[in-house]
């Protein structure tokens, strides 16, 4: 029996508890030398009859010395196609009998090891003009690719190649033609060496020409019936809500209109776990329906982020919802008893996708009784179902509309619903979970900081605030080497990988938004000591670009990479707007001339792509705009104190910059604006009358949630 059909959770459990003291180096009788690895994904594959090694010199240096081709095949734990590909091939005695004789095989967590994701995936979408996971590279003992493919069968079908075909062919190719690879890893070396880094202008492009562009090419692909961007598959592309928000707020009705629409239909869709709270990776879809079921913490964290800038920006307590929403699932799934948050959760459970989720009718009569009809009504569900034959719960109508078409009172019919869905959440929780990885990434975390951060301070709540504080903690306690280098990820302990530009941005922006959250200096303190870091460890002296390893890490071929916004920020933007925001809150005019660098670096691919560069023109317009100055002084813990911070952090100000003063009562506030700087507040109430001036709601002229 294959960990497929088992409980995936207990499988690695099971083997990261073997004692595997007395096992050889290559793992022995039923494993390989995977089961030495310390990352889940890796651990997967530990059974396989797949001679598989780590990425390390090991590997190379067999290859070079028996002159073998390289199976680079890299994933992560909870990726649906790496568990198809893995137990239709991986797990097959005759595939693993092709690659032990003719190659040496090389698995590696993506989320680990991003450096080496990032080159190899670069090398992917300049031969196929696409990637994805998994991606399986086929290269030389000196690491130059010379093939890339993603997910195949085992045998080929419908006109896509199987593995069975293909082995022997590339076999035959390494010792029959080796000028014919030689000239394809030549080839390929040239085009990637195109993507490298050349010289770019030192003058930033025009920053309202790129907004204006922006703004058209996001209208023409948005999805007016149904939100979003492009047909499907649709991912939610926080980065994309939180840019036409800033827009919004600088006059553009449009802009926000999409955003807001946008989140409103993530919300009501089977994208979003009706039940259990958070959003799924994506929709396969244009509807957002049908979910594909993983959940990654980088989703809920940008999700998250992204549902406060509505609420900020429009005061409407839906998004905040929302974003509760995400904190109450991340708090009960996602969090380490450490504080630390959970990768990911996989989409498949019991070897099945989506599983875990959907519902058959029956089973929901059966366990609500005679609230059943009025659950099924709201949620859609029907004997047939929307998938395979089982229903994925999703609304369709406000509960103020189905309440007036229904004759219903909401606060009773909402009472009721939230009743059933507290009893379904309980029943669900009894069946076999999906996968979880438990590897704490330091750059994931840091967005999730940042998330819990803001949403403490908007909605009040000590409790996100105390979570987010938790987890800084543990990085900063945990992940950081003796030296103070930070570490990528953990599992039990800290890798031994260094952390990524990714890294340090990442949390640099948890701890400032921390900061700004409770006027505790100290997380200042370390925002500005990671910020310093970057400088010496990602700042190439000869090019005087940032990089995104670090000048200590293990060199790539080459230094390529497509870099831009995606689901989660570009480190580079992301870089470049917590420095500016660290200059003004810390007087260190130095680092906007880091954030500079780091913007020119992109500056040509901004021009070419604006709406992949979302992030960097945000930060181009903190550079370009003057900050909304807020000066507190005072005893931190006062409650007048406190309420002005809630009332100030509940309004959108995208340019903060936020100072503090301790000293004796009475606290005080002033805000400095557009070239005034108001008389100096003294409560919550006093504050509003200034915001309503300076930070005022925005209205939108459409409202349709669920």
């Given at each position: 029996?294959?960990?497929?059909?088992?409980?995936?959770?207990?499988?690695?459990?099971?083997?990261?508890?073997?004692?595997?003291?007395?096992?050889?180096?290559?793992?022995?009788?039923?494993?390989?030398?995977?089961?030495?690895?310390?990352?889940?994904?890796?651990?997967?594959?530990?059974?396989?009859?797949?001679?598989?090694?780590?990425?390390?010199?090991?590997?190379?240096?067999?290859?070079?010395?028996?002159?073998?081709?390289?199976?680079?095949?890299?994933?992560?734990?909870?990726?649906?196609?790496?568990?198809?590909?893995?137990?239709?091939?991986?797990?097959?005695?005759?595939?693993?009998?092709?690659?032990?004789?003719?190659?040496?095989?090389?698995?590696?967590?993506?989320?680990?090891?991003?450096?080496?994701?990032?080159?190899?995936?670069?090398?992917?979408?300049?031969?196929?003009?696409?990637?994805?996971?998994?991606?399986?590279?086929?290269?030389?003992?000196?690491?130059?690719?010379?093939?890339?493919?993603?997910?195949?069968?085992?045998?080929?079908?419908?006109?896509?190649?199987?593995?069975?075909?293909?082995?022997?062919?590339?076999?035959?190719?390494?010792?029959?033609?080796?000028?014919?690879?030689?000239?394809n890893c030549r080839g390929i070396m040239e085009a990637m060496?195109?993507?490298?880094?050349?010289?770019?202008?030192?003058?930033?492009?025009?920053?309202?020409?790129?907004?204006?562009?922006?703004?058209?090419?996001?209208?023409?692909?948005?999805?007016?019936?149904?939100?979003?961007?492009?047909?499907?598959?649709?991912?939610?592309?926080?980065?994309?809500?939180?840019?036409?928000?800033?827009?919004?707020?600088?006059?553009?009705?449009?802009?926000?209109?999409?955003?807001?629409?946008?989140?409103?239909?993530?919300?009501?869709?089977?994208?979003?776990?009706?039940?259990?709270?958070?959003?799924?990776?994506?929709?396969?879809?244009?509807?957002?329906?049908?979910?594909?079921?993983?959940?990654?913490?980088?989703?809920?964290?940008?999700?998250?982020?992204?549902?406060?800038?509505?609420?900020?920006?429009?005061g409407d307590v839906f998004y905040l919802g929302m974003a509760?929403?995400?904190?109450?699932?991340?708090?009960?799934?996602?969090?380490?008893?450490?504080?630390?948050?959970?990768?990911?959760?996989?989409?498949?459970?019991?070897?099945?996708?989506?599983?875990?989720?959907?519902?058959?009718?029956?089973?929901?009569?059966?366990?609500?009784?005679?609230?059943?009809?009025?659950?099924?009504?709201?949620?859609?569900?029907?004997?047939?179902?929307?998938?395979?034959?089982?229903?994925?719960?999703?609304?369709?109508?406000?509960?103020?509309?189905?309440?007036?078409?229904?004759?219903?009172?909401?606060?009773?019919?909402?009472?009721?619903?939230?009743?059933?869905?507290?009893?379904?959440?309980?029943?669900?929780?009894?069946?076999?979970?999906?996968?979880?990885?438990?590897?704490?990434?330091?750059?994931?975390?840091?967005?999730?900081?940042?998330?819990?951060?803001?949403?403490?301070?908007?909605?009040?709540?000590?409790?996100?605030?105390?979570?987010?504080?938790?987890?800084?903690?543990?990085?900063?306690?945990?992940?950081?080497?003796?030296?103070?280098?930070?570490?990528?990820?953990?599992?039990?302990?800290?890798?031994?990988?260094?952390?990524?530009?990714?890294?340090?941005?990442?949390?640099?922006?948890?701890?400032?938004?921390?900061?700004?959250?409770?006027?505790?200096?100290?997380?200042?303190?370390?925002?500005?000591?990671?910020?310093?870091?970057?400088?010496?460890?990602?700042?190439?002296?000869?090019?005087?670009?940032?990089?995104?390893?670090?000048?200590?890490?293990?060199?790539?071929?080459?230094?390529?990479?497509?870099?831009?916004?995606?689901?989660?920020?570009?480190?580079?933007?992301?870089?470049?707007?917590?420095?500016?925001?660290?200059?003004?809150?810390?007087?260190?005019?130095?680092?906007?001339?880091?954030?500079?660098?780091?913007?020119?670096?992109?500056?040509?691919?901004?021009?070419?792509?604006?709406?992949?560069?979302?992030?960097?023109?945000?930060?181009?317009?903190?550079?370009?705009?003057?900050?909304?100055?807020?000066?507190?002084?005072?005893?931190?813990?006062?409650?007048?104190?406190?309420?002005?911070?809630?009332?100030?952090?509940?309004?959108?100000?995208?340019?903060?910059?936020?100072?503090?003063?301790?000293?004796?009562?009475?606290?005080?506030?002033?805000?400095?604006?557009?070239?005034?700087?108001?008389?100096?507040?003294?409560?919550?109430?006093?504050?509003?009358?200034?915001?309503?001036?300076?930070?005022?709601?925005?209205?939108?002229?459409?409202?349709?949630?669920?």
């Amino acid at each position: 029996m294959t960990h497929a059909k088992l409980d995936t959770t207990a499988y690695i459990t099971r083997l990261r508890a073997l004692d595997k003291s007395a096992l050889p180096l290559d793992g022995g009788q039923g494993f390989n030398r995977l089961i030495f690895a310390k990352s889940p994904y890796l651990l997967q594959h530990a059974e396989n009859p797949v001679a598989w090694y780590e990425w390390g010199d090991a590997a190379f240096g067999r290859a070079r010395d028996e002159n073998l081709p390289i199976l680079l095949s890299i994933g992560y734990a909870t990726c649906h196609w790496c568990h198809v590909m893995a137990h239709e091939s991986f797990e097959d005695d005759q595939v693993a009998a092709l690659l032990n004789s003719h190659f040496v095989c090389i698995k590696v967590d993506r989320e680990e090891r991003p450096d080496i994701d990032d080159f190899y995936m670069a090398v992917s979408q300049v031969l196929t003009g696409s990637g994805g996971w998994p991606l399986n590279i086929f290269m030389t003992p000196d690491k130059r690719p010379f093939m890339a493919v993603t997910y195949l069968p085992r045998h080929g079908r419908a006109g896509m190649s199987g593995l069975m075909e293909l082995l022997p062919n590339i076999a035959a190719l390494w010792r029959r033609q080796p000028d014919l690879i030689e000239n394809n890893c030549r080839g390929i070396m040239e085009a990637m060496a195109n993507l490298s880094p050349r010289e770019t202008s030192h003058i930033l492009p025009d920053l309202q020409d790129l907004i204006d562009t922006s703004f058209n090419q996001l209208q023409s692909q948005y999805d007016p019936l149904h939100g979003g961007f492009g047909t499907a598959p649709k991912f939610p592309m926080p980065i994309n809500m939180t840019w036409l928000i800033g827009q919004g707020a600088a006059g553009n009705s449009p802009a926000l209109e999409m955003a807001l629409q946008t989140l409103q239909r993530i919300r009501s869709g089977g994208v979003w776990d009706q039940v259990g709270g958070g959003v799924h990776r994506y929709a396969v879809d244009r509807e957002w329906l049908a979910p594909h079921f993983e959940k990654m913490l980088y989703d809920q964290a940008m999700l998250g982020l992204a549902a406060l800038e509505a609420s900020q920006a429009t005061g409407d307590v839906f998004y905040l919802g929302m974003a509760q929403n995400i904190f109450d699932f991340v708090a009960r799934e996602l969090t380490s008893p450490e504080g630390g948050f959970y990768a990911a959760l996989d989409a498949d459970s019991e070897g099945v996708e989506g599983k875990y989720y959907v519902w058959d009718k029956r089973e929901i009569e059966e366990i609500l009784g005679d609230d059943a009809p009025l659950f099924c009504r709201f949620y859609q569900v029907t004997a047939e179902g929307n998938f395979e034959g089982l229903t994925i719960l999703n609304t369709r109508v406000s509960l103020d509309e189905f309440c007036a078409r229904e004759g219903l009172d909401p606060a009773e019919t909402g009472g009721r619903l939230e009743r059933s869905r507290l009893v379904l959440l309980e029943r669900r929780e009894r069946r076999i979970r999906p996968f979880r990885d438990e590897k704490i990434v330091t750059a994931w975390n840091g967005l999730m900081i940042a998330a819990l951060a803001r949403g403490g301070a908007v909605a009040g709540n000590p409790a996100f605030l105390e979570s987010a504080g938790r987890a800084a903690l543990f990085l900063l306690e945990r992940l950081r080497r003796e030296d103070g280098r930070l570490l990528r990820s953990f599992l039990g302990e800290a890798s031994d990988v260094p952390a990524f530009l990714e890294d340090y941005a990442f949390l640099a922006f948890g701890l400032l938004e921390l900061f700004e959250a409770t006027l505790d200096t100290a997380w200042l303190a370390q925002a500005l000591l990671l910020a310093d870091q970057m400088r010496k460890i990602f700042l190439d002296p000869g090019s005087g670009r940032f990089l995104k390893t670090g000048l200590d890490a293990e060199p790539m071929p080459l230094a390529a990479s497509m870099e831009h916004d995606g689901v989660t920020p570009s480190p580079f933007s992301l870089a470049a707007q917590t420095l500016i925001r660290l200059a003004r809150a810390a007087a260190r005019p130095d680092l906007l001339g880091h954030a500079g660098r780091l913007l020119e670096g992109c500056s040509d691919d901004l021009q070419r792509q604006p709406t992949i560069h979302l992030g960097s023109l945000h930060a181009m317009g903190l550079l370009e705009s003057e900050p909304l100055e807020a000066h507190f002084s005072g005893p931190r813990e006062h409650p007048a104190m406190q309420g002005m911070l809630h009332s100030l952090k509940s309004h959108y100000c995208p340019n903060l910059a936020l100072f503090f003063e301790a000293n004796d009562p009475p606290p005080a506030l002033t805000i400095c604006a557009r070239g005034t700087c108001y008389p100096a507040v003294h409560n919550a109430t006093e504050l509003e009358a200034v915001l309503e001036r300076v930070a005022p709601r925005l209205k939108p002229s459409k409202v349709c949630k669920p």
